[in-house]
């Protein structure tokens, strides 16, 4: 201390700076973020994959948030496999990360790693999708959407579509996944109030274009394709697919066949500004910054929100043009 004081007495000016640079780059938020022992946050974080536009802007958001932070990421592409994230998970619980996070790609089956990441002494946040656990403190906090009202939203846009009649063709997302369980849950909820307005097909897409496609081909193979007067699609990148697959059949999208899909990527308002989707429900991918406050207080031992939900809109094709250069996925 002594030797301290005599330099900053013989060196004020070199103190000065020094202090003066920290100071700079903390404001600046180089300063990287540390657990509660005050060393760099290693975070392992595990995602579904890459099968949407929704997905790769998670993966960007998350990304990017925790170069910012200085934190050091391990990450992790499930491929959608669910084998793929529970060996993750047990590799992060190996490597002593200080947080495990994950997006679960389906509900069931994570208990017995989550007890292990529990016994490792590792906090676990929930990103994005919920799991069922029977003890809700395998999990710190689960920052995501709320699907069932996503559904609901949905099914709001279908019915002022449609007068509240007709047949509808459902492109369901990832079987036994979150938001696949819960938007078709929020959808026929409403739907129970409309009689005349029926689901006549239903079927999963895995979230995936290239699927939707696929499903929607067969949709309209069908005996009774005739009765089909809007599809439902759980997100944005299967409805694009049945966009092609409509056009390719000599069907219009978005007039001889009505369409409502869930996430708001880029392509979904470029499908309304060309007129061939009718409505998208937001579900915002944009997940990073909310996500590492957490992560950063529970690192530290902080309490947090066991469930924090992400805020969204719905958005019309008269609102494709104005909004499509704001979009920032
Ligand atoms: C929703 C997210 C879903 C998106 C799909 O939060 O889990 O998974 O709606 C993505 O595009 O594949």
């Not at 170069?67 to 084998?83: C, H, N, P, V, W």
């Not at 530290?300 to 019309?316: D, I, S």
Request: glycine share 10%; aromatic share 6%.
């Amino acid at each position: 201390m002594k030797s301290l004081r005599s330099f900053v007495s013989r060196y004020p000016i070199y103190t000065l700076a020094t202090t003066a640079i920290f100071g700079v780059v903390a404001t600046l938020g180089f300063a990287e973020d540390t657990n509660k022992n005050g060393k760099k946050l290693v975070v392992g974080f595990s995602q579904v994959g890459a099968e949407s536009g929704w997905r790769t802007a998670n993966t960007e958001s998350i990304k990017s948030e925790a170069a910012k932070r200085g934190i050091d990421l391990r990450f992790s592409d499930a491929q959608q496999k669910e084998e793929n994230q529970i060996k993750a998970i047990r590799s992060f619980i190996a490597q002593g990360v200080d947080v495990i996070a994950f997006s679960p790609v389906v509900e069931t089956g994570f208990e017995p790693v989550l007890q292990e990441a529990k016994k490792a002494g590792i906090p676990v946040v929930l990103s994005d999708r919920a799991v069922k656990v029977s003890d809700p403190s395998l999990y710190k906090c689960f920052i995501g959407s709320d699907f069932i009202e996503e559904g609901r939203r949905a099914a709001n846009e279908v019915v002022k579509l449609t007068g509240g009649k007709g047949g509808i063709a459902e492109l369901v997302g990832t079987v036994g996944s979150a938001p696949a369980i819960d938007r078709a849950k929020g959808f026929r909820e409403v739907l129970e109030k409309y009689p005349d307005l029926k689901i006549v097909m239903s079927q999963s897409g895995d979230f995936t274009r290239a699927k939707g496609k696929e499903v929607m081909e067969a949709f309209l193979k069908a005996p009774n394709a005739k009765d089909i007067t809007v599809l439902f699609a759980h997100n944005d990148d299967m409805a694009l697919g049945a966009i092609q697959a409509m056009e390719e059949a000599g069907i219009k999208p978005g007039q001889d066949i009505k369409i409502v899909s869930i996430d708001g990527v880029r392509g979904a308002f470029e499908a309304m500004k060309d007129g061939k989707l009718n409505v998208t429900v937001e579900c915002n991918p944009l997940l990073g910054p909310q996500l590492f406050d957490l992560i950063e207080k529970v690192a530290k031992g902080e309490e947090v929100p066991h469930r924090v939900v992400t805020q969204e809109g719905v958005y019309e094709q008269s609102q494709a043009a104005t909004e499509l250069p704001k979009r920032q996925y």
